[in-house]
């Protein structure tokens, strides 16, 4: 079971897909023309992430940051691309997909006073998931058929 933060952004994540698709009407900020695709050959599918505005208060920034807009186009990107590719098929098949990807990434939520055993600097996907990339180069899986090391 994910938690709570794991939760709310899995639903962003399948949310700002559902725009893509055009399954739900797309979302617009000031008549920005709402959350924008788009696709290159080396990248794929992406959304083009708003920029945010220095001069705006930090309160208002603080609020921009965390937007549908802004931080669901923030955790799609953040997608590996054979899941951000993913077109033309079901609700059902993409949210498989993207749970068996979220299995393989670890859940660390906020255990208030306890720090020591996080790995990034907070439990989002945006921080997560380059780390998860980076630690797989680094030691990767291995082979379900390479024999068991024993002690």
Known sequence: MYSLQRRRERYRIIYIWKILEGLVPNISLGGDGGIKKLHTVRNGRTCKVPTLHRTATARVQKLREGSLHYHGSQLFNALPKEI????????????????????????????????????????????????????????????????????
């Open 84 to 151: 951000r590719d993913l077109s033309n098929c079901s609700v059902e098949v993409f949210k498989h997909r993207l749970d068996l990807f979220l299995q393989s990434i670890h859940d660390e939520p906020l255990v208030r006073g306890y720090t020591a055993g996080r790995r990034t600097e907070s439990n989002s996907l945006i921080h997560i998931i380059p780390h998860f990339r980076t630690e797989s180069r680094v030691n990767p899986p291995m082979s379900r058929s390479a024999p068991a090391l024993r002690q």
